[in-house]
């Protein structure tokens, strides 16, 4: 199976400093098809996940335009541009390109 | 609106069994691939199986699973009920956790509330 791996595992930020997740794969996340199938989930205290970036790059309607997803091949990032409260939790990195589907650790981004 | 509602998680013994159910809402159920997500008690997210939709894919078997739960969990569904299962057998206590259904497989775009297993004696 494909090992993503994110780093760091905790993060604390002062509200309106830009904060950065990263996450490493251990193959090529290219498919076939030419698209790159790497989303960002972010898992508020007590929800259900939700996606915010799939495809590498694309924002999900209702996400906040702080939130930027880069990178390719097997090396990817997250960026929240300016912090707020609201953004506390758990933020996934996860694989679609190749079976079984894998998830990164978890990164927990907290208010300093 | 989409809306996956989860249902049928509660305590099992081991070894027992366990069907998940989720009905789905506010799009064309049959034309997607589904999933089954786990989270153990404070743990990460695992992802557990898939299943296609009823029209054919170039790239997906009918359906996959993770190397944890092939062989004691199968993934079926019912199109004209809008419905998603898991049917969960030789539970064990690593199987413990919070299940989620979601829509797609490559790209999870929406997620249910969750279901509760929890397998104990």
């Known amino acids: 199976d494909v090992v993503m791996t994110q780093s760091p595992l905790s993060l604390p930020v002062t509200l309106g400093q830009p904060a950065s997740i990263s996450c490493r794969s251990s193959q090529s996340l290219v498919y076939s098809d030419g698209n790159t199938y790497l989303n960002w989930f972010q898992q508020r205290p007590g929800q259900s996940p939700r996606r915010l970036i799939y495809?590498?790059?694309n924002r999900d309607s209702g996400v906040p335009d702080r939130f930027s997803g880069s990178g390719s091949g097997t090396d990817f990032t997250l960026k929240i541009s300016r912090v707020e409260a609201e953004d506390v939790g758990v933020y996934y990195c996860m694989q679609g390109t190749h079976w079984s589907l894998t998830f990164g650790g978890g990164t927990k981004v907290e208010i300093k | 609106e989409v809306q996956l509602l989860e249902s049928g998680g509660g305590l099992v013994q081991p070894g027992g069994s366990l069907r998940l159910s989720c009905a789905a809402s506010g799009f064309t159920f049959s034309s997607y691939v589904m999933s089954w997500v786990r989270q153990a008690p404070g743990e990460g997210l695992e992802w557990v199986s898939a299943i296609r939709g009823s029209g054919g894919s170039t790239y997906y078997a009918d359906s996959y699973y993770a190397d944890s739960v092939k062989g004691r969990f199968t993934i079926s569904r019912d199109n004209s009920k809008n419905t998603l299962y898991l049917q969960m057998n030789s539970l064990r206590a690593e199987d413990t956790a919070v299940y989620y259904c979601?829509?797609?497989?490559?790209?999870?775009?929406?997620w249910g509330q969750g279901a509760l297993v929890t397998v104990s004696s």
């Open positions: 979601a829509r797609g497989a490559r790209e999870l775009h929406y």
């Open positions: 495809k590498v790059s």
